[in-house]
């Protein structure tokens, strides 16, 4: 079973590279679930029940040994570490998990992953809209976007994730876990 895990800001090229490259790969996507349970996918009214159903999913197609590409930002270790739990608590087959981690390089470039939201939003292309302002939770809306801050997030996971791998990897035997850098 292969598991593709895109990390990566709107923008970067995750469900792009998936079109391209995984097209026959079950796509497991919490905007697209957003979408089915809301009518749109950046609303984030129902974000509790969408990650209780991608991770469903997810454990099924550990189950039933399917490949799968998680297409979500994945922008913390603990993002990334969820993935690989669920994985290895229902995977059919421990010996069999390969689990690709898939650094998206344009996220080291804000201004261009803003601009092809901003492309694919003016082209009314359904996508989430992560050039809104960030809203802190508590009535507050700071004076940057969800993209400058998931930019803020690459840039920390992109040091952190190769220690995290070698880690797992030190930990479990069995773990399969590569690392691969895609650039456009």
């Not at 497991?28 to 159903?53: A, E, Q």
């Not at 003016?122 to 507050?140: A, C, F, M, P, Q």
């Not at 992109?158 to 797992?168: A, F, H, Q, V």
């Amino acid at each position: 079973m292969n598991i593709y895990i895109p990390v990566g800001i709107s923008g970067s090229g995750k469900s792009s590279y998936q079109k391209n490259h995984l097209p026959k790969v079950k796509t497991i996507c919490p905007d697209d679930l957003r979408k089915k349970l809301t009518g749109d996918c950046s609303n984030m009214s129902m974000n509790d029940d969408v990650w209780m159903i991608a991770y469903d999913e997810l454990s099924n197609c550990a189950a039933e040994n399917k490949d799968v590409y998680f297409s979500s930002t994945n922008l913390s270790t603990k993002a990334i570490q969820r993935i690989f739990d669920t994985v290895c608590q229902y995977a059919s087959d421990k010996s069999n998990l390969h689990f690709n981690i898939l650094l998206m390089k344009d996220s080291e470039d804000e201004e261009l992953c803003r601009s092809r939201v901003r492309a694919d939003l003016d082209n009314h292309i359904d996508r989430s809209n992560t050039l809104k302002l960030v809203d802190d939770l508590e009535g507050n809306t700071l004076d940057y976007d969800y993209v400058h801050k998931q930019h803020e997030e690459f840039l920390v996971i992109e040091k952190e994730i190769y220690p995290w791998r070698n880690k797992i990897v030190e930990d479990f035997d069995f773990a399969d876990i590569s690392i691969t850098v895609i650039e456009s």
